[in-house]
């Protein structure tokens, strides 16, 4: 009919339309929420690198500071934003730019024409003192209220708090403090930049200023060890040394680094390498390298921070197996300054593979620590899948010949062989001396002698680590001979396994390393086999 109306929408229709709107509105508004969030984050993450880079400051970026943090700049408390790990300012993102104008960095060099060195101020910074420290003026407490408060030289590491400052204390020679010993001074470098341009190389006479007892250290870290807690460690030593003298291995080699050796006096520096014992092999191959290049007078002693697992060599030097920051890098650094120099036997394992056509040179390697083929060379290749395939592989004697400094030794059926240098293998077990009535003479790392032994299986390598047997002992030589049948067997050096067919193994001794000891801890191991060796020494 024309004159009758038409219907209305129903409701339901308009009710319909909105909650397809709201229901876009409640997606799409999160999703372009997060998307500008993350463009501006992006924008504040490059404005910041790009200070990073051209600022002569060391920063370092955290969301969550580990103790109470006030900006240098506001002095507003913050939680999170950037730290030099060399002079150690703490800054708010947004004063970033400002206080890396204010406040300059420690200085690797001084830029006055100054040849004395001697003649260094200190360099004070304020607030965020370390937690526990004493003011040197009043000897009372600093940095114990909640605010941007007191002062810290950041080389000889002193606090005062703001009402002790004087002018006095703002122009004082700075003494660099506890670690004067360790550390070279930026003066030290400036003159010995105006020597070499003057073509002098006296360094002697350079060093007398700074007293017999100087003997700088050179820290050499792998960042990636232990977890990545080299990286940090890095920081930390640039803090309490001279930031020219920390060096992180994964980015400058350790032949590269260690250079500045040549710019110190004959036999005076000291080496800490922060790693596990791979990185200290690394190590001792660069110094073996300075001896072919004729720096031999400038090679320094090694001493070793451990990180990771493992880490005989370490172990057997009184380092310890591992270094989770049980201790404060401090500390570290004190006993280093006490430990002494030791000589640590080096070796040269060559392997010549068999066979008639054999054109190829035979492979040469460096040993610190051990040599082993068999069930321990198994377990750090992985060899399980071809043992399952291969159960035979095992199950003969897998030596043709042994002969220890030329002379043949006849065998039980043993399917492994490890030939050692240092006391602990395996994580921290002393494999020679083992367990029992039985005394055997302590396993020495610098008497020019390999100690021998042999395993049964992997199972008596598992009752060994957990003192419940001891390997078969063979015997003490110079110089070990391996003549090996099998065609494909799991070997290993220092823990660098590969497969090996049938081949001939001979073990020299190479060169030896300056190394240094700490006795300052024993393990449980050291203690029983001392008083072992004291024991045996009555009874004579």
């Not at 190389?201 to 060093?207: F, H, I, Q, S, V």
């Not at 350790?254 to 092999?281: E, F, H, M, N, W």
């Not at 593979?353 to 040599?371: I, Q």
């Amino acid at each position: 009919m024309e004159g009758q109306e038409r219907p209305a929408p129903p409701a339901s229709l308009f009710a319909d339309g909105h909650l397809v709107l709201w229901t876009l509105c409640s997606v799409l508004l999160p999703v372009f929420f997060t998307f500008w969030c993350s463009v501006q984050r992006s924008r504040r993450q490059l404005h910041r690198r790009d200070i990073f880079r051209k600022s002569k400051h060391g920063w370092r970026d955290t969301d969550l500071f580990s103790q109470p943090t006030y900006c240098c700049v506001c002095a507003q408390h913050i939680l999170q934003g950037a730290f030099c790990d060399c002079c150690g300012l703490r800054v708010d993102e947004g004063c970033l730019k400002k206080a890396d104008k204010r406040f300059p960095c420690k200085e690797i060099m001084l830029k006055s024409d100054s040849k004395a060195v001697d003649a260094m101020p200190h360099h004070w910074i304020r607030g965020n003192v370390p937690l526990c420290s004493y003011c040197v003026v009043c000897k009372q407490q600093c940095g114990n209220q909640p605010k941007l408060c007191d002062y810290r030289c950041v080389w000889c590491q002193k606090t005062v708090h703001d009402e002790c400052m004087k002018n006095s204390l703002r122009n004082e020679k700075c003494d660099f403090g506890e670690f004067k010993n360790l550390i070279i001074p930026p003066s030290y470098l400036t003159s010995i930049n105006h020597m070499r341009k003057d073509k002098k190389t006296d360094y002697e006479m350079l060093a007398s200023k700074l007293g017999k007892q100087w003997t700088p250290l050179i820290i050499l870290a792998n960042s990636r060890s232990g977890t990545n807690m080299g990286e940090g460690l890095l920081g930390e030593f640039r803090i309490l040394l001279n930031p020219v003298q920390v060096f992180d291995v994964t980015k400058t080699p350790p032949i590269k680094a260690l250079q500045l050796c040549t710019l110190l006096p004959y036999d005076s520096a000291r080496v800490l390498v922060c790693g596990g014992d791979g990185t200290v092999g690394w190590v001792l191959d660069a110094l073996d390298e300075m001896k072919i290049k004729g720096q031999e007078k400038y090679i320094p002693q090694v001493a070793v921070l451990p990180l990771g697992t493992g880490n005989d060599l370490s172990n057997t030097l009184g380092w310890g197996t591992g270094y989770a920051g049980e201790i404060p890098v401090a500390q570290v650094l004190r006993n280093v300054m006490e430990a002494d120099g030791v000589k640590l036997d080096r070796w040269k394992v060559q392997v010549t593979n068999k066979g008639y056509y054999n054109l190829r040179k035979p492979k040469e390697f460096t040993m610190n620590n051990y040599f082993s083929i068999g069930p321990d060379a198994l377990m750090a290749l992985n060899f399980h899948a071809h043992r399952e395939k291969a159960p035979s592989l095992f199950s003969s004697r897998i030596l043709n010949k042994l002969e220890l400094d030329g002379e043949r030794v006849e065998l039980p059926n043993l399917e492994g062989i490890i030939v050692l240098n240092i006391g602990y293998w395996g994580g921290g077990c002393r494999l020679w001396e083992g367990m029992g009535d039985e005394t055997y003479p302590l396993a020495r790392h610098d008497d020019g002698l390999l100690e021998v032994v042999g395993v049964y299986g992997s199972f008596h390598c598992a009752q060994i680590q957990v003192k419940l047997a001891n390997p078969f002992r063979i015997g003490q030589a110079h110089t070990v001979r391996l003549i090996l049948k099998c065609s494909m067997m799991p070997m290993q050096v220092d823990g660098e396994p590969w497969a090996q067919g049938p081949c001939t193994v001979t073990i020299t001794h190479k060169t030896h390393a300056l190394m240094l000891y700490f006795s300052g801890e024993q393990t449980d191991d050291d203690v029983s086999s001392t008083s072992d060796q004291e024991d045996t020494k009555e009874t004579e």
